[in-house]
């Protein structure tokens, strides 16, 4: 699996890329040897967010959310929104925006678990 990590530099604007390729088993040792950590050097926390958003976009795209079901993820998870903005914004009820919500988690919960994450 690669990861791709954008970086921008906030003096210059430069974006940089860099690209991780990852093994099957990021925990275990792949065919050469090398461990993810060693890979990549000593823990680092922005790393391991960017391998965290990868995985959740990688989640969100093959776990089948409905149009209704990936707004309200990321209006209430990246755009900060409660739940009576959502249901306004939606044109349907907060009890209905929360039943929604939990059923697009169920899904991806449900895709994590076959794919071994939880």
């Given amino acids: ?7 921008t530099n906030e003096t210059d604007g430069i974006v940089r890329v860099k690209t991780f390729h990852l093994p099957d088993n990021p925990l275990s040792d792949d065919d050469e040897g090398d461990r993810l950590i060693e890979s990549v050097g000593d823990h680092d926390e922005a790393i391991e967010r960017a391998i965290v958003a990868a995985t959740v976009r990688k989640l969100l795209a093959f776990a089948g959310l409905t149009v209704k079901e990936q707004a309200i993820l990321r209006l209430t998870y990246w755009d900060e929104a409660s739940d009576d903005e959502i249901a306004q914004a939606l044109q349907v009820s907060p009890s209905r925006v929360k039943l929604i919500r939990q059923m ?15």
């Fill in 104 to 118: 697009a988690i169920a899904k991806l919960r449900l895709l994590a678990r076959k794919w071994g994450l939880l």
């Fill in 1 to 7: 699996m690669a990861v791709i990590i954008e970086i």
